[in-house]
């Protein structure tokens, strides 16, 4: 029997590498380690990676391993799911990784200028009925400059064919650098050696898509401070389900 979600909420509350702040907290009240995680929290200059929709855990942790001279911290809203990697990284005495319970949406509340080296958006949900949600839209990059330094890499690692194509048009819509991008990760064949060992980490879920027969897609770019972006006006076929074994609702085939 699983531990349940009240008994979870309350480990986290004694947990000294969990934050939580979600809107209804953070609304009217400054988060003072804004612009302080590497001296308050960290205790090192190392980089501050963040993932973005951290679900478990698996990934911030995963990561943090296996890169112990950086720093990472996973947000998500979720934080029954969160509870299984912040519980991970105590027993296991792993100190370079935070997670921050918030939304997404309002990120740029948590993090000063240049605070930040690397997004990671880990399969993501698509919204493919709403662009302002996608964590890859205009709307969102815009966000991430606020605390992103200038020309800060983002990864996105999805199974959506639809976010992995509207992020291709947003990029090349704004001319944003590409360093790596395939559309079948476990068998493509240029992929640098350095990449190929980091996207190595795969997550419960992950794997379940990957039974499925579904290909694991991923694309590494650069975000500048610099030129207003624009949004791409194209029609791109939808999923056909919107998460493990559930069929999408929609009767649409195409979205902007």
């Known amino acids: 029997m699983g531990k349940g979600k009240l008994a979870k909420f309350a480990d986290m509350e004694t947990y000294e590498n969990v934050f939580q702040y979600p809107f209804s907290v953070i609304?009217?009240?400054?988060?003072?380690?804004?612009?302080?995680?590497?001296?308050q929290y960290f205790h090192n200059d190392n980089p501050i990676v963040l993932e973005l929709g951290c679900g478990k855990g698996e990934y911030t942790v995963g990561l943090a391993k296996?890169?112990?001279?950086?720093?990472?911290?996973?947000?998500?809203?979720?934080?029954?799911?969160?509870?299984?990697?912040?519980?991970?990284?105590?027993?296991?005495?792993?100190?370079?990784?935070?997670?921050?319970?918030t939304n997404i949406e309002i990120i740029d509340r948590f993090f000063a200028p240049d605070e930040v080296k690397e997004i990671w958006l880990t399969f993501s949900d698509p919204q493919m009925k709403n662009p302002r949600k996608r964590l890859t839209s205009t709307y969102f990059m815009n966000?991430?400059?606020?605390?992103?330094?200038?020309?800060?890499?983002?990864?996105?690692?999805?199974?959506?064919n639809f976010l992995f194509t509207y992020t291709t048009?947003?990029?090349?819509?704004?001319?944003?650098?590409?360093?790596?991008?395939?559309?079948?990760?476990?068998?493509?064949?240029?992929?640098s050696p350095l990449t190929t060992h980091l996207l190595s980490i795969q997550t419960y879920y992950e794997q379940m898509w990957i039974d499925r027969g579904l290909n694991i897609k991923y694309m590494k770019f650069h975000?500048?401070?610099?030129?207003?972006?624009?949004?791409?006006?194209i029609e791109i076929p939808?999923?056909?389900?919107?998460?493990?074994?559930?069929?999408?609702?929609?009767?649409?085939?195409t979205s902007k």
Request: proline content about 3%; some cysteine; aromatic content about 10%.
């Open 223 to 233: 975000l500048p401070h610099e030129g207003e972006l624009t949004e791409p006006d």
């Open 27 to 39: 609304e009217n009240v400054p988060f003072e380690m804004q612009g302080h995680w590497h001296e």
């Open 238 to 253: 939808l999923d056909d389900y919107r998460s493990y074994r559930r069929d999408k609702r929609s009767s649409l085939e």
């Open 66 to 101: 296996r890169y112990p001279d950086m720093n990472f911290i996973g947000v998500d809203i979720k934080g029954a799911r969160m509870w299984t990697g912040a519980t991970q990284a105590i027993k296991e005495g792993i100190k370079n990784v935070a997670f921050l319970r």
């Open 143 to 160: 966000r991430y400059r606020h605390f992103l330094i200038d020309g800060g890499i983002i990864h996105l690692k999805t199974d959506s």
């Open 169 to 191: 048009y947003m990029v090349e819509k704004n001319g944003l650098l590409v360093d790596e991008r395939t559309e079948d990760l476990y068998h493509c064949s240029h992929l």
